[in-house]
């Protein structure tokens, strides 16, 4: 059973809903700024994805945040210490999944497990940790013999065993197959219920928008979009596209061909061979329909569409200039 965090601060007792606070942060290599001015916050309690391309700054501003690099500029509390200053003490109270783990392949589960025990005073029981991430049937399996989803369940483990306050996931499910994928998701989620916050990163959407509270979309060292993935897929007067398809030979009436724009993203995606794209979609659905049932035509794949977040994602991350806060 997970344990239930109280929303406190450990040392003082203090209230502390903010696992993480950054304030302007910069972070310079030579003449690159890799992080030119970055302010969010992450709460206890809550799945915080960090979201942009290659080269972004999101490992520049994760291992900033874990005490592994050093900022140029900026304010940054986690756990309400300075990581630059909070050495082992924070280290205990922080847990890392990283991509791929150097683990040794002889050792079982429960030998892993007992020899990332031993670096914490007060580390999880192995049995509640192994139950939490459905390894308990293969505790005395060597790591070699282990599934890909295994392996990544055991990266969780480890990061779980000495009961940490904050949890950084880098792609936590990248390589396992849609049902593995669904109980990693499971798992995750049940790590917010028990209060801990999550930053998580991730190149798969549908995987933010199923998980994340909330996401901060940096491109170029900047945010260019924070706020939850409902928000962010409805801001700012992205259209609605009506999919469907045309009987051969039809031809759309010139107020819906209007309406077509092949080049639009929105548009261009989805089964069906034409997007409509409209801030008027019960409108212009009526239109259509009403147009089609006169013409006696069947509307094949006729479905409505909202832009998803990799539409967004992707969107936002072309114009870096474009800058939109969601709720
Ligand atoms: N140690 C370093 N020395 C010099 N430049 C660096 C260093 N680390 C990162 N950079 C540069 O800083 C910028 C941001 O890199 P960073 O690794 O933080 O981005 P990222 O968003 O994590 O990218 P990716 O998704 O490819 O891992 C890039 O231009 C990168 O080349």
């Given at each position: 059973?997970?344990?239930r965090?109280a929303?406190?601060?450990?040392?003082?007792g203090?209230?502390?809903?903010?696992?993480?606070?950054?304030?302007?942060l910069?972070?310079?290599?030579?003449?690159?700024?890799?992080?030119?001015?970055?302010?969010?916050?992450?709460?206890?309690?809550?799945?915080?994805?960090?979201?942009?391309?290659?080269?972004?700054?999101?490992?520049?501003t994760?291992e900033?945040?874990?005490?592994?690099?050093?900022?140029?500029?900026?304010?940054?509390?986690?756990?309400?210490t300075?990581?630059?200053r909070?050495?082992?003490?924070?280290?205990e109270?922080?847990?890392?999944?990283l991509?791929?783990?150097?683990?040794?392949?002889?050792l079982?589960?429960?030998e892993?497990?007992?020899?990332?025990?031993?670096c914490?005073?007060?580390?999880?029981?192995?049995?509640?940790?192994?139950?939490?991430?459905?390894?308990?049937?293969?505790?005395?399996?060597?790591?070699?013999?282990?599934?890909?989803?295994?392996?990544?369940?055991l990266?969780?483990?480890?990061?779980?065993?000495?009961d940490?306050?904050?949890?950084?996931?880098?792609?936590?499910?990248?390589?396992?197959?849609?049902?593995?994928?669904?109980?990693?998701?499971?798992?995750?989620?049940?790590?917010?219920?028990?209060g801990?916050?999550?930053?998580?990163?991730?190149?798969?959407?549908?995987?933010?928008?199923?998980?994340?509270?909330?996401?901060?979309?940096?491109?170029r060292?900047?945010?260019?979009?924070?706020g939850?993935?409902?928000?962010?897929?409805?801001?700012?007067?992205r259209?609605?596209t009506?999919?469907?398809?045309?009987?051969?030979?039809?031809?759309l009436?010139?107020?819906?061909?209007?309406l077509?724009?092949?080049?639009?993203?929105?548009?261009?995606?989805?089964?069906?061979?034409?997007?409509?794209?409209?801030?008027e979609?019960?409108?212009?659905?009526?239109r259509?329909?009403?147009?089609?049932?006169?013409?006696?035509?069947?509307?094949?794949?006729?479905?409505?569409?909202?832009?998803?977040?990799?539409?967004?994602?992707?969107e936002?991350t072309?114009?870096?200039?474009?800058?939109?806060?969601g709720?």
């Open positions: 059973m997970l344990r965090r929303v406190h601060d450990r040392r003082d203090a209230p502390a809903a903010a696992a993480i606070v950054v304030e302007d910069h972070r310079r290599y030579g003449d690159v700024e890799a992080v030119a001015g970055l302010s969010f916050s992450v709460r206890r309690g809550e799945i915080f994805a960090l979201l942009g391309p290659n080269g972004a700054g999101k490992t520049t994760i900033i945040l874990e005490g592994y690099r050093r900022r140029s500029a900026g304010t940054v509390r986690v756990l309400g300075d990581p630059e909070g050495g082992r003490a924070l280290r109270r922080i847990g890392i999944v991509q791929a783990a150097g683990l040794d392949d002889e079982t589960v429960r892993t497990v007992e020899l990332y025990a031993s914490y005073a007060t580390p999880r029981a192995l049995p509640e940790l192994l139950g939490e991430v459905d390894l308990e049937d293969r505790r005395d399996r060597r790591v070699l013999h282990l599934s890909g989803g295994e392996r990544r369940r990266d969780l483990a480890l990061a779980l065993v000495g940490p306050e904050l949890v950084f996931l880098d792609e936590p499910t990248t390589g396992l197959d849609p049902a593995a994928r669904r109980r990693a998701w499971g798992t995750i989620a049940g790590l917010r219920r028990a801990r916050a999550i930053v998580l990163t991730s190149h798969y959407m549908d995987e933010v928008q199923q998980l994340a509270d909330r996401v901060l979309v940096m491109a060292g900047r945010a260019v979009a924070t939850s993935p409902a928000a962010l897929r409805a801001g700012r007067g259209p609605t009506i999919a469907f398809q045309l009987p051969d030979g039809a031809t009436p010139p107020d819906l061909a209007m077509l724009r092949p080049g639009a993203r929105a548009c261009a995606e989805g089964e069906a061979a034409i997007g409509l794209c409209t801030d979609p019960t409108r212009v659905l009526h259509l329909t009403g147009w089609a049932l006169a013409q006696g035509f069947e509307l094949r794949g006729l479905s409505v569409v909202e832009p998803s977040l990799e539409d967004v994602y992707l936002l072309e114009e870096p200039e474009a800058v939109l806060h709720s």
